[in-house]
């Protein structure tokens, strides 16, 4: 096996990264490989930041090798640097595998005839059976491009011991919702924590609105630019979210805190629920991250099925890769849930297969199950739409929290930006 390592960084938005490669195991666990994958070297191409997950990697790299008698060559290389170079390498020297990101990030390269259809591997591995509504990530018309990986549930939490003091449950509707919220004002509690000072808790609570109120299918079309910012399908979202504004259900000067002081509040039971990531554990003790829990955002149309948020990384084969048969070897062997789910558990991100070996993370396996229950996933605002409209869409969303008085300005000023990138 050949490694070559770069400097390494990691951010929030960094996807689940990693090197290595391995053998499709038969159902029966026997090995069966291609001629053609014995012949040719596999090279993988990642940023992979976490050492255990790179230790992981490397030993399935080296079991893959063993039983099969392939070279491996890996290139670890640095997050940012390697957001430019993929653009260049996906034309030009092309790996037989890399590691980037689902959603418009992965759209953007299908629809250049860049990423390789593995829709037979899905078909041969049967992973849809395990992988649900996780599909939808990484599928393109019906067609599959990747393979998700780890990543991250959103929904609201909350701490037991609170909800257990004033005999309360988490809201399923609506309804419940906005009692709920009084209920909390009247115990001295912020009923949602809320920290925008780095914009994306506002694009999160717009996807949980819109999802509730107009669905999947017409989430995404708007974060195609399909969709009219000027739609009145999203007056139903603003109105109920202007609602919770009067109401006073958000932390007062959210604009000026980010999301770790948020959290933090939520932590100090200064506040009720929360709508993030299972990141929002950073801010607790770790004396209190048993009374940490979840609970899914509450249904506001009757009848529209749940969607959630699920914000996945992804692994894919290169279309311009030299040997795509060992590429889809590689995948099989390392998607295996013993496999996948040790390299997740390296960073205590939720596998996206639903037959993983449990986790040591209660939050990990209660996210798990939840998956189990959900129609279809979407990302997240600033992952499922074009990055500009991204950065100027969080930014007005921000605003409107501020100030909803100027709704039709900034949904007007949105719209502009819609029609400028998207035509």
């Known amino acids: 096996m050949t490694t070559k390592l770069a400097a390494l960084s990691t951010t929030r938005r960094r996807f689940l990264k990693g090197t290595g490669a391995a053998l499709a195991a038969s159902a029966t666990g026997g090995l069966c490989l291609p001629a053609l994958a014995q012949a040719q070297e596999i090279t993988i191409i990642s940023n992979l930041g976490n050492a255990q997950q790179r230790e992981i990697l490397q030993r399935l790299a080296t079991e893959f090798e063993a039983k099969s008698g392939a070279k491996v060559v890996i290139n670890n290389m640095d997050h940012e640097a390697h957001k430019t170079a993929i653009r260049s390498y996906l034309v030009v020297g092309a790996p037989d ?87 909390a004002k009247s115990a001295n509690l912020v009923p949602i924590s809320m920290g925008t000072k780095e914009l994306w808790p506002a694009g999160g609570w717009f996807d949980h609105m819109n999802l509730r109120i107009n669905g999947l299918d017409k989430h995404i079309a708007l974060m195609d630019g399909k969709v009219q910012y000027t739609d009145p399908m999203l007056t139903p979202v603003f109105d109920k979210w202007n609602d919770l504004l009067k109401a006073g259900f958000f932390s007062p000067s959210h604009s000026s805190f980010g999301w770790e002081q948020a959290g933090a509040a939520l932590a100090q039971k200064k506040a009720a629920m929360m709508d993030l990531g299972g990141f929002v554990r950073s801010a607790f003790p770790e004396a209190d991250l048993p009374q940490l829990a979840y609970a899914p955002f509450p249904e506001i149309v009757p009848g529209v099925a749940r969607y959630e948020d699920f914000s996945v990384n992804s692994i894919h084969v290169p279309a311009n890769a030299k040997n795509r048969q060992g590429a889809r070897d590689f995948l099989a062997y390392f998607y295996k849930p013993e496999n996948l789910g040790a390299f997740l558990a390296a960073e205590g991100a939720i596998p996206p297969r639903n037959d993983c070996p449990p986790s040591h993370d209660p939050l990990v396996n209660a996210a798990v199950e939840e998956l189990k229950k959900v129609v279809a996933t979407s990302q997240y605002y600033d992952r499922d739409t074009d990055p500009d409209m991204a950065q100027e869409g969080m930014t007005a969303l921000q605003e409107f929290m501020v100030k909803p008085d100027r709704r039709d300005q900034i949904l007007g000023r949105l719209e502009k930006t819609r029609k400028r990138i998207f035509g």
Request: aromatic letters at 18%.
């Open 97 to 183: 595998i890399c590691f980037w990101f689902s959603g418009n990030r992965m759209k953007a390269f299908v629809a250049k005839g860049l990423f390789d259809d593995i829709s037979d591997l899905f078909a041969r591995e049967n992973y849809k059976s395990v992988l649900g509504a996780t599909t939808s990530a990484v599928t393109v018309g019906d067609k599959q491009y990747g393979l998700p990986m780890g990543g991250i549930l959103w929904g609201l939490f909350y701490r037991k011991d609170v909800f257990a003091q004033h005999n309360w449950t988490p809201p399923k509707d609506w309804k419940e919702f906005l009692a709920f919220g009084e209920a």
